[in-house]
């Protein structure tokens, strides 16, 4: 009983989230007519981008700060993205691989100004937000070049397409039906998110968070563990620049997107139960935080005016309703903060 209450402890923010993303996607999916793979896959491509950037910015987050420049990031590498990946074959898979290289060089860029100019997160951030977007506009100064059709078509779509453009199976029935979005998340928890935090710098970075003084006391190396995990940081923005080239097939430095992105990112950071306080949570969280935000979306698209509920489907009352949301989640999430006396007992 004891460890079962330590694990809800722990994990209030991430279980939460997966309620509430339940519940939403099922009343989504109880108003969707002939709701079915092809919609689930639909929905995939619509978050994964934002799943991506949210995953950027908790790493920010856990060492206690916010980075404003993913949404510029993601939007730089997308507009480099549709240069470098305008080929076929082994030239695409060399353009994808410099676009991480940019993210990645990006990230750990912002740690160093952090670490060694001695700037709060959010103002270094805020000011290479405004070059990585100055950037993306002088290598697109209007949206346009091409990628692949096929390559774009396949790597965004299921296991059976994948297989049929470049022939390398037949149709694998269900299991080929199953979206790719899920396998790249997976993939990208499982090789880079899992070995981080179980890593020495990724429990530094944790630490730090949670008291960057009693961490330097202890012997972590601060600055590592805060450059790494900007740079992690960069990783993803750069990741989430990637596919959103392969989903347009094109390059477009839009500002606002760039805004809106970094913004919703910090809203599924914090809907996932990533404390703001810094040092604790993680991007499984994240992923959650994402589909409650991209949930009320749909919604908003599939309840009929007639209905009870009607009145949210008026596009104006959608940031209204997603804002209650994350101002919910956001109660929620500082309540234990209230509860107790000393705030070292929230990472104990």
């Known amino acids: 009983m004891k460890s079962l209450r330590l694990f809800l402890s722990q994990n209030l923010g991430l279980l939460l989230a997966i309620a509430m993303f339940a519940v939403l996607y099922a009343f989504y999916v109880s ?26 910015q908790t790493m920010a987050v856990i060492v206690g700060g916010l980075d404003l420049s993913v949404g510029p990031l993601m939007t730089l590498t997308n507009c480099f993205g549709s240069i470098v990946m305008a080929g076929t074959g082994g030239s ?30 959010i103002i270094a951030t805020l000011a290479t937000g405004a070059i990585f977007l100055g950037l993306a506009l002088l290598l697109r100064p209007s949206p346009g070049g091409s990628i692949d059709g096929d390559f774009a078509w396949a790597f965004t779509n299921d296991i059976n397409e994948l297989g049929y453009t470049y022939g390398w199976w037949e149709d694998l029935g269900f299991f080929g039906k199953i979206p790719l979005q899920p396998i790249y998340l997976i993939l990208i928890v499982l090789l880079v998110w899992v070995p981080f935090k179980r890593s020495v710098t990724g429990r530094g970075a944790y630490a730090i968070g949670s008291n960057a003084h009693a961490a330097y006391m202890s012997g972590v190396r601060i600055d590592r563990s805060k450059i790494a995990a900007f740079t992690l940081a960069g990783f993803f923005a750069g990741c989430a620049g990637i596919y959103l080239t392969m989903q347009m ?45 991209r949930s009320i979306s749909f919604i908003f698209r599939v309840v009929p005016e007639s209905a009870p509920l009607g009145f949210v489907a008026s596009p104006l009352l959608q940031p209204f309703f997603e804002g209650l949301i994350l101002l919910v989640a956001v109660s929620l999430g500082a309540a234990r903060v209230f509860r107790v006396k000393n705030r070292l007992s929230l990472f104990s």
């Not at 108003?31 to 991506?52: D, F, H, K, R, S």
């Open 31 to 56: 108003q969707y007519p002939n709701w079915g793979m092809n919609v689930v896959l639909q929905n995939g491509n619509e978050t994964l981008a934002l799943i991506l950037v949210g995953m950027a």
């Open 92 to 121: 695409v898979v060399l353009g994808i691989i410099a676009c991480m290289a940019l993210g990645t060089a990006c990230g750990f860029m912002n740690g160093c100004i952090i670490v060694y100019g001695r700037i709060q997160p």
């Open 249 to 293: 097939g094109s390059g477009n430095a839009d500002a606002p997107q760039a805004a809106e992105y970094t913004l919703r990112s910090i809203a599924t950071v914090v809907i996932g139960g990533t404390s703001l306080y810094g040092g604790t949570g993680g991007v499984i969280g994240t992923i959650f935080g994402a589909l409650v935000l």
